[in-house]
């Protein structure tokens, strides 16, 4: 049986599938990003659409250069698209907002504030009060295990930590959206491990809707509820992926007959954009 349709074969699972009638807050629409550099035009992303059904785990893969950060900057409002648009909900996105949320590869922390400071940040400056900051800011410290490093400051930190700290700063601000670029990309592979474990819980937890870059393929699996593939520059959409692998998700499933089928489908999928690539 091809990896294909063992897929298809798979039992559909319990997740946070979406309600049927409902509008998804997030949809990209028809978008295309031209970037203009010494007077040549680059095609970054070619048509994408994608509909990001709420409070589910959507991941982003392909080969490198297709146009995925792009994407995800797109949606954040930090670039226009040349074509298409962005929508949240009825809104067309025209620039950055609270209801986003992003964590970047590296480390974005404000380095002269502690971590509880850096987490409540967000809150501050919407002027919350400070009772109610302070639990907001407790409930993320303690979920992702930052409690007793509250007072610490950025540099005292190890990376997987600083992630953590951008990963509870991101949530505290209660984004309808969490955008994570690459974000365990520049952490050594325990670390990784670890930060994917308790993203899993946290997620769990939160149910936000999530856009997750990725070049990592069991990480896709591990976390999302579908994944879309793209296709080499210009990025286009090659396939979305339905991962038909129930939660919660521990990390043993990576042995599961079903994650190893879904892993075949994206390997040959990038494969072939590899080789096409090369003609
Ligand atoms: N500001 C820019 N000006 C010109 N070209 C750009 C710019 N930013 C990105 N590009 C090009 O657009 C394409 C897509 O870039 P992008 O970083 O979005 O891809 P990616 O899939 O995230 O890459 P990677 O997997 O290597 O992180 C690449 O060819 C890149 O060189």
């Known amino acids: 049986m091809s990896a294909a349709e063992i897929l298809r074969a798979a039992a559909p699972v319990e997740t946070s599938a979406p309600v049927a009638g409902e509008t998804p807050r997030l949809r990209i629409q028809d978008v295309r990003l031209e970037y203009a550099t010494r007077g040549k035009t680059v095609v970054a992303i070619d048509n994408i659409s ?14 490198s250069g297709c146009g995925k950060s792009s994407l995800l900057y797109l949606v954040a409002g930090l670039a226009q698209p040349t074509s298409g648009e962005i929508l949240l909900g009825d ?8 209801d986003r949320g ?15 400071e850096n987490v409540e940040f967000g809150l501050k400056r919407r002027k919350m009060p400070a009772a109610e900051r302070e639990a907001i800011v407790n409930r993320y410290l303690n979920e992702t295990g930052l409690a007793a490093f509250h007072d610490a400051y950025p540099k005292q930190l190890s990376g997987g930590m600083m992630q953590r700290v951008a990963i509870a700063r991101a949530l505290a601000n209660d984004p309808k959206i969490l955008l994570m670029d690459e974000p365990f990309g ?7 491990n670890t930060m994917q474990k308790l993203l899993l819980r946290v997620w769990e937890e939160n149910r936000k809707t999530v856009l997750f870059v990725t070049h990592d393929i069991d990480e896709a699996i591990l976390l999302g509820d579908r994944i879309y593939v793209m296709t080499a520059r210009p990025g286009r959409l090659k396939e979305e992926i339905i991962v038909p692998i129930a939660r919660p998700r521990t990390m043993d499933m990576v042995m599961d007959p079903e994650f190893i089928a879904v892993k075949r489908r994206i390997l040959e999928l990038l494969k072939n954009e590899i080789k096409d690539d090369e003609h």
Request: glycine residues 6%; charged residues 20%; proline residues 11%.
């Open 186 to 192: 520049a952490l050594d592979s325990q670390t990784r």
């Open 102 to 116: 992003m964590v970047f590869q590296s480390y974005t922390l404000f380095p002269w504030l502690t971590v509880r």
């Open 50 to 63: 994608i509909d990001v059904p709420d409070n589910q785990f959507a991941v982003i893969v392909g080969p």
């Open 91 to 98: 809104e067309e996105v025209d620039g950055p907002g609270p």
